[in-house]
């Protein structure tokens, strides 16, 4: 046993991931060191402050405040970057990879704004560099993606990849409370951060969805091009209507390639999707992916997508990865080909769309607005009244047609510039599946 | 590009799965072998006619019908065994591992009845063994436990691992249709068996329990000893009483571990699944996956579990790994830690049941089973009646408050033994889940 070579791994940052990763390594170090017939030792970690009480045991002479010193230890061959952030973090994680170790990640954010020079320093001196926890936590999708469907081009990929957005709106629909009473309530219980912009606005399932599309198309595509819209003005209305439907409203990452015209779309928005379909019925804080490759068809992956345990998973299972590659000599992992495919035209990004618009209660109005819509293109396929708080107004749901990025966004500047409608019409997506 | 190393590729057994990995490479080949730096030579393989015309185009020259002559081709580095059966295959299989050539298979049943065997081989020859197409057809599942929950101890693991069992049972319940209706619809479009015992009668599922089984568990489980039940008992009555309670009903392994006392037991049997279970959700030929982990909690993978494009999905995920595995130098791959983990002894696998018997239409006849019932411990929570054909007969439906499986079955022999039952009674199971 005590030939058996030793890995040194370090801790960059041991909040939350961070003691989550040595509590389980700690747990599990025979069964791991015995698979991988190596020694597994957690030799430091980096923290901001030494004196706070945490839940692991941690001997004071492996803690250090300086990260940098973790992440540039001769001795330490896996560098855990769990700080967040995208300075120091990115600063650690280059200097790790310059030195040729490998860096293990959860941190979308940096991977999603620094990904190719991140990748590149790792090909450069020969490091690697792991993220399986920054995407979807414990659920293993990029392995996935990298791995096991590695014989399929990926027509569509949908994700519900925010916890928090996912938890909202399956206690509104469940509860029928408005978004902000369960907002308020989120807060309190911990599920969403006092600042919750980040994630009910879709930005951090856009980084999300940017590393996936990099994965599956070999693309990156930056959040500031794709389309990201939040959950924040949804109602009541919005989620009676897709329940009397036979819908669930899921904030979505929609990555959808053309495969005749090899044209990529990335957009997050709230999709309708059929109950039928799995990712539907994926509630509370709970993560679910459905990609669709040419060769396998739709698969479907579910878990939770955060938390200290489930991160901590996809962690460990990369530092495993990390170790059977080190143990097996340093080549390089395939990566996806990188070429940069041709966005998606808006025209060609086509489905229906549902359109919820307080307007003035008066005679003629739905005629004008049908008028408006048809002059761009978008035909209505059904129109129903909802409830409205408003005086001498109604609220209109209208439906589409099939129809197309392009005319309803023309439709919807129209439809704001008509005096007869108040205030801001919403628009969603209904989603559409190939079979 | 031309100082590319060759992997040179044998194909055992060109039938529909065979044609599709065959297929699916020559369309892929430019991407996969710039992710892997490496030429991918589809070099050889058999088939049992020569002359037999196939959807794929091979020269003549590369066809042989001798597999064995390509499973030890001295040029062949990664052997493709899916001829399927126990004989041959395992022959083939045994030969190409004791030349040290990495073999990959999509079959289930010679894993299950030879798997030490093989494996020892692979391991003192220094070959390996890929078999991610033996399970659940298109889904990553097997590189999801070996490596993507690794971190974990798997507490339950669900799996709808038979198509034509999920494909007759769905259709069952969308349609009211009995088994016998379906299985003669289902045989005639090809997804059913002429003999459809392997499937309907849970074989098929088992062989694949046992998989799954020494993947998360590291312990062979032979069919024989586990509990195997199928889905021809099962009418319009079961699933009735299922959906109108919230349940569907599913063929499902259940692998459990007693992570207190270490005990693991394996069951293949009809199940009701609450509705609001991922896994209920997967409906006509597919195949789903829970896997609860005790880090990560519950996962849940769906996808196709046969045909053709599905399993050489899987089959080149394998070749793709096997080729970056001899690039990289043959170091083992991390193989479960094998011991031999106790059997749950049958009083600790606890659950309710549902029990559905026809019974002679008289006065008393319920006390007198709620009698037997209780004499062995089994105590029953609720009693409906649905209808039958049979004359001067109820049918009865009990659930049973929580009881164990020694006490249902002693329940089960005694029911059988009181002269107001008419008939085979049906116990099904009912899923209970941790959280």
């Avoid at 408005?178 to 994630?199: C, F, M, N, W």
Wanted: proline share 3%; net charge neutral; hydrophobic share 45%.
């Amino acid at each position: 046993m005590n030939d058996r070579p030793i890995v040194n791994i370090g801790i960059c940052g041991l909040g939350t991931v961070g003691q989550g990763v040595w509590k389980h390594i700690t747990r599990s170090r025979a069964k791991l060191e015995s698979r991988l017939g190596a020694r597994l030792v957690l030799k430091r970690a980096s923290v901001r402050d030494l004196k706070k009480k945490r839940n692991v045991r941690v001997a004071a002479s492996r803690l250090t405040t300086d990260t940098m010193e973790v992440a540039t230890d001769p001795a330490i061959q896996i560098v855990c970057e769990l700080i967040g952030g995208t300075t120091l973090a990115k600063d650690v994680t280059l200097a790790a990879l310059k030195l040729g170790k490998t860096v293990i990640s959860a941190n979308k954010a940096l991977i999603c704004e620094h990904g190719p020079e991140i990748f590149a320093a790792a090909r450069k001196h020969g490091g690697h560099y792991f993220f399986e926890a920054s995407v979807a936590g414990g659920i293993p999708i990029i392995k996935a993606l990298r791995e096991g469907l590695v014989a399929n081009r990926f027509d569509h990929i949908y994700g519900i990849l925010n916890g928090t957005c996912n938890y909202i709106l399956t206690r509104m629909e469940r509860e029928g409370l408005s978004y902000q009473e369960i907002l308020v309530e989120a807060k309190a219980l911990g599920y969403a951060e006092a600042d919750e912009s980040l994630d009910v606005d879709g930005w951090d399932t856009a980084h999300k969805a940017s590393i996936i599309t990099y994965l599956a198309h070999g693309t990156w595509v930056p959040t500031k091009s794709m389309v990201v819209e939040g959950i924040t003005m949804l109602t009541q209305a919005d989620l009676k209507f897709a329940s009397d439907n036979g819908y669930a409203i899921k904030l979505l990452a929609d990555i959808t390639r053309d495969l005749k015209t090899d044209e990529l779309s990335v957009l997050v928005a709230p999709i309708l999707l059929p109950l039928t379909k799995a990712l539907a019925n994926v509630n509370d804080v709970y993560n679910g992916v459905s990609v669709t490759g040419d060769v396998v068809g739709e698969t479907v992956y579910i878990g939770r997508g955060a938390g200290q345990d489930a991160t901590a998973s996809a962690v460990i299972s990369d530092i495993v990865d990390a170790v059977a590659l080190l143990l097996r000599g340093n080549a390089p992992l395939p990566e996806p080909i990188e070429h940069d495919c041709p966005r998606r035209p808006l025209e060609s990004i086509r489905g229906r769309y549902y359109l919820r618009m307080d307007v003035k209660d008066e005679p003629g109005v739905l005629a004008k607005i049908a008028g408006v819509a048809a002059k761009v293109g978008v035909s209505i396929a059904s129109v129903g009244q909802s409830p409205t708080t408003l005086s001498k107004a109604a609220s209109l749901i209208l439906i589409t047609h099939e129809s197309n990025e392009k005319a309803i966004r023309s439709a919807l500047t129209q439809l704001r510039r008509t005096s007869a409608v108040l205030g801001e019409p919403l628009l969603l997506r209904i989603a559409s599946f190939a079979d």
